[in-house]
């Protein structure tokens, strides 16, 4: 069932949501049968929740192990096969995917209170990694923070962030400005270039821009676009109504083209050229 969530939820990202959702009844239902109420401090009892993380974490250790082009082509060449530059540019758009896939949905099981913080430090840690990052790590690294930011934040205000004998589980103000700072770092020494630092591109250097503006603003554009993701039936639904309006004007468009009125040449309301044909045929007889 671990396997079957994931991996859906990886190639459907539109319904990460719903799929965090799912895991979050199913802990609730695994936790009550054990007789053990559904609060943060009985996850360590549910072998579900157990199962996704260590899940979570091989898909994770899977996509980062990936050989480059120069390795995948000489495993090719070795087993009689080709590898070309537009095979790996495939591969590379199905690990970005798959990648963008996990992003969304762990951070939504982390604003479900299923993803501890030290795991979510990990993933910043793998991501932002100065020796090896790349744009599409740096992107998904953007993701993340867009989706449990607010959360954390909202945490460190109220106090529940980062105290306890448990405050490694979770983020402290010092170690969420820190990854801040990690993307300034990274946003600051590409536009300027710097000769021996790692940088990322254009877009991604704006996309880091973008993000920190919008944190100092209290992630307002993303209240601004936070909408519950559709169901199925709702997404149906919409799928349907737009099949509808464009057969009534495909339906229109041929009453335009074939069966206009007045002055039109359909069979209602033109004129009807076989009559005036005939007209013309009796008047040249005569």
Request: hydrophobic share 30%; glycine share 8%.
């Amino acid at each position: 069932m671990v396997q079957t969530i994931f991996r859906k939820a990886q190639v459907e990202h539109t319904y990460s949501k719903f799929y965090s959702k799912l895991c979050s009844t199913i802990v609730k239902i695994d936790l009550e049968s054990q007789g053990k109420r559904a609060i943060p401090n009985n996850l360590k009892f549910c072998s579900f929740r157990k199962k996704l993380l260590e899940y979570c974490r091989s898909c994770f250790e899977e996509i980062f192990l990936q050989d480059d082009f120069e390795a995948l082509k000489k495993k090719a060449e070795d087993s009689g096969k080709k590898y070309s530059l537009e095979d790996h540019k495939e591969l590379m758009l199905k690990r970005q995917h798959k990648l963008f896939g996990n992003i969304e949905f762990v951070g939504e099981l982390f604003t479900c209170h299923l993803l501890r913080g030290d795991t979510a430090k990990s993933i910043f840690e793998h991501l932002l990694n100065v020796e090896c990052f790349v744009d599409d790590t740096i992107e998904a690294a953007i993701k993340f923070i867009e989706k449990i930011g607010p959360t954390i934040e909202e945490k460190i205000r109220q106090g529940t962030e980062g105290k306890g004998a448990a405050s490694n589980r979770k983020f402290s103000q010092e170690e969420y400005d820190t990854i801040l700072g990690r993307f300034n770092d990274i946003w600051r020494n590409s536009v300027a270039a710097k000769e021996g630092t790692r940088t990322c591109g254009k877009r991604i250097q704006k996309l880091i821009q973008n993000m920190l503006e919008n944190q100092k603003l209290g992630w307002k554009k993303l209240k601004q676009n936070d909408k519950d993701v559709k169901t199925k039936k709702q997404v149906e639904i919409d799928m349907l109504k737009k099949a509808q309006a464009a057969e009534q004007t495909r339906q229109k468009q041929d009453q335009d083209d074939g069966y206009g009125g007045g002055g039109g040449r359909g069979q209602r309301g033109g004129r009807d050229r076989a009559g005036d044909n005939r007209r013309n045929d009796r008047r040249d007889n005569e």
